[in-house]
């Protein structure tokens, strides 16, 4: 960091503990407005569902979201080892087939 970056970290922080505001009050402030973030949103699904049962939504979410995680996952997966094979098919027939 330059000498003036420095010095401005410095000047911001002293201008915040002036105001009250130190590492722990700021991560209270922030996990308050997460909180209210979740609770809002969570309260939002349950009335576009119309469902009561907070367990179940969020078992069909976690269940729906987790499958095509786990799709994509396995189709990326599957294409880069894919691309780095080699295929080699080698076909013999014996005897012959009867016809009917």
Same mark, same amino acid.
């Given at each position: 960091m330059r000498v003036e970056e420095i010095a401005l970290r410095s000047e911001i922080r002293q201008m915040l503990n002036e105001a009250g505001f130190n590492r722990d009050t700021i991560k209270q402030l922030v996990k308050e407005a997460i909180d209210d973030v979740v609770r809002n949103q969570v309260n939002q699904v349950l009335? $576009?569902?119309? $469902? %009561?049962?907070? &367990? &179940?939504? *969020?078992?069909?979410?976690?269940? !729906?979201?987790?499958?095509?995680? @786990?799709? %994509?996952?396995? $189709?990326?997966? @599957?294409? $880069?080892?894919?691309?780095?094979?080699?295929?080699?098919?080698? *076909?013999? @027939?014996? %005897?012959?087939? !009867?016809?009917?």
């Open positions: 009335m $576009e569902r119309k $469902e %009561g049962n907070l &367990e &179940e939504v *969020v078992s069909n979410y976690l269940d !729906s979201s987790l499958r095509s995680q @786990i799709r %994509g996952c396995a $189709e990326r997966v @599957i294409k $880069e080892k894919l691309q780095r094979m080699n295929f080699n098919v080698n *076909v013999e @027939i014996t %005897g012959q087939e !009867s016809e009917k």
